[in-house]
């Protein structure tokens, strides 16, 4: 027997401004199912949930739940309608209990002549962060004691708790570890056996390959098409959101040897708290330095030393060229080092602030005239390294925290770019972000080195390093246990026997 869909969207057009966030999308969600749905960054996939959670109204089109028309007017309306959304930001509330944090708005439920019985709402939040194996987090705790993720976790028990039909789950899986994100799909895995329907937004293929029911692909605010679970398959989910196979130019294509032997940033002997340990090396003018390892492994670590922000127990970092030694991060900065954290939204973005501040952000320095900072200088340079990395934007005086996560991403490189870096530390500089936007990172790397950048990149991915290194580091246990030459007969078992 064939099922009634739960949710209909038929043929829905939005636009915001001139960007045509949506155009004649329509698609059908069934109970019972984990739908996933992917696209680019920028393709229009939390323009749709937007729209499901009635915070976003359609220019045209309809929608239809349980085969009724459906007109939400907000989110209190859509969560009524028993559609809940988890969504990619964080959405718990600072200097709130977690009990209160999954009752905010809530509370009259646990009213007796007015007064809140919070003994009761404590107990009752219990049995929630059970539903999120969050036993452990006590309802009394203030949030902000709370790690991300179980932040995460704590927004997911919230949405359960008002018992939807419909949950939509919007890039949030990519920023949890291993831990989180079984969680997860434990609760998404029994809200489809309770045939609710889960819709999940996400970057990870494999991920959705594994738990998807079928999985729906947007391209450029254009539905493409659902694919079900037995046709599922990497390289055709890859080719219908970007539209055309992709070459073999996604890496670099040439494995030739570095040839400059001119030394740009010398580390020696770097130790700290037993995370590093005694690690040296040499980067070359012109060269993309790799280096990889398990997460604990030191490296991430190594990066923020490097840079200034941890102070080594042992050793020290010096730009050779002007002996400069790096001892914090202003010094960095102003000897035109750049620095892009693995954690971006925590550390890289001032999220509430413009495109155009965060981009010249590093660059006042350069911006200033006497002590005045120029505001058409300003604007003009955010325009300029704006578009030179192609950030999906209305303008530089949009707010960074509206932007998809691969134009974050761009924001930042744009930041530096504006710095005229002449030394890049990136830290997994395409963690979370799609092919696209990936490719377009990769393609930048090639053209800084070609003007005689140097790059080090810290990654977690195997085919990226090799794909992408002159020349590879691996590090074990803090220390360098490896290292390799950019070839074409590397493998990713050479750098694996390495790491573990
Ligand atoms: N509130 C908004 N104001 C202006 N433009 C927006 C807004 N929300 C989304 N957009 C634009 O609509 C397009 C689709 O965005 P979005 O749905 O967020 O994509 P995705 O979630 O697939 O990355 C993008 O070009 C984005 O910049
Ligand atoms: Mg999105």
């Known amino acids: 027997m064939k099922k009634e869909p739960i949710l209909q969207i038929r043929q829905i057009t939005k636009t915001f401004g001139s960007t045509k966030a949506l155009m004649d999308v329509s698609i059908d969600f069934f109970p019972g199912e984990i739908r996933g749905l992917i696209g680019e960054n920028g393709s229009g996939k939390s323009t749709v949930s937007n729209i499901i959670m009635g915070v976003h109204e359609p220019d045209s089109g309809k929608m239809l739940l349980k085969g009724s028309i459906y007109v939400p007017g907000n989110m209190m309306d859509a969560i009524e309608h028993k559609i809940c959304m988890v969504v990619q930001e964080m959405a718990t509330i600072n200097n709130l209990t977690v009990a209160e944090n999954i009752f905010l708005g809530l509370e009259k439920q646990f009213a007796k002549n007015g007064v809140v019985d919070k003994k009761q709402m404590n107990q009752k939040a219990?049995?929630?962060?059970?539903?999120?194996?969050?036993?452990?987090?006590?309802?009394?705790?203030?949030?902000?004691?709370?790690?991300?993720?179980?932040?995460?976790?704590?927004?997911?028990?919230?949405?359960?708790?008002?018992n939807p039909d419909i949950l939509i789950v919007d890039e949030t899986t990519t920023a949890l570890s291993q831990r989180g994100r079984t969680i997860m799909y434990e609760v998404m895995h029994r809200l489809a056996d309770e045939e609710k329907c889960v819709i999940c937004i996400s970057h990870d293929i494999e991920e959705l390959m594994e738990h998807a029911d079928g999985v729906s692909v947007m391209r450029?605010?254009?539905?493409?098409?659902?694919?079900?679970?037995?046709?599922?398959?990497?390289?055709?989910?890859?080719?219908?959101?970007?539209?055309?196979?992709?070459g073999e130019h996604y890496y670099r294509d040439n494995f030739e040897a570095h040839k400059c032997e001119e030394i740009v940033l010398k580390v020696e002997n770097l130790c700290f708290e037993g995370l590093v340990r005694h690690v040296s090396f040499d980067l070359h003018k012109g060269e993309i330095l790799g280096i990889g390892g398990l997460?604990?492994?030191?490296?991430?670590?190594?990066?923020?030393?490097?840079?200034?922000?941890?102070?080594?127990?042992?050793?020290?970092?010096?730009?050779?060229?002007?002996?400069?030694?790096?001892?914090n991060p202003q010094c960095a900065v102003k000897n035109k080092m750049a620095y892009l954290s693995k954690n971006r939204d925590q550390e890289a973005l001032m999220l509430n602030s413009t495109i155009q501040e965060n981009i010249c952000l590093s660059s006042m320095d350069k911006l200033k005239k006497g002590i005045f900072v120029l505001p058409g200088h300003e604007k003009r340079l955010a325009k300029e390294k704006g578009t030179l990395m192609n950030v999906k934007m209305s303008g530089v005086n949009q707010t960074v925290s509206a932007l998809s996560g691969g134009n974050k991403q761009k924001v930042v490189i744009a930041k530096w770019l504006a710095n005229d870096s002449e030394v890049l530390i990136l830290d997994c500089p395409t963690r979370g972000i799609d092919i696209g936007v990936k490719a377009s990172i990769y393609r930048l790397m090639e053209q800084l080195t070609a003007q005689g950048k140097s790059i080090i990149m810290i990654s977690e991915e195997m085919p990226e390093l090799i794909g992408m290194s002159d020349r590879i580091i691996v590090m074990k246990d803090g220390?360098?246990?490896?290292?390799?030459?950019r070839s074409a007969e590397l493998g990713e078992q050479d750098i694996i026997s390495c790491m573990i």
């Open 126 to 162: 219990k049995r929630v962060l059970e539903q999120v194996s969050l036993e452990n987090v006590k309802p009394t705790t203030n949030v902000n004691s709370l790690s991300f993720e179980d932040r995460k976790l704590l927004e997911v028990g919230r949405a359960l708790y008002s």
């Open 295 to 327: 997460t604990d492994c030191g490296m991430h670590q190594l990066g923020r030393m490097i840079f200034g922000i941890d102070k080594p127990d042992q050793g020290k970092v010096t730009l050779t060229a002007a002996n400069q030694q790096i001892k």
């Open 479 to 485: 220390k360098i246990s490896g290292t390799f030459r």
């Open 220 to 246: 450029d605010g254009h539905f493409v098409r659902t694919v079900a679970k037995k046709d599922l398959d990497e390289s055709l989910l890859k080719s219908l959101m970007i539209g055309r196979e992709l």
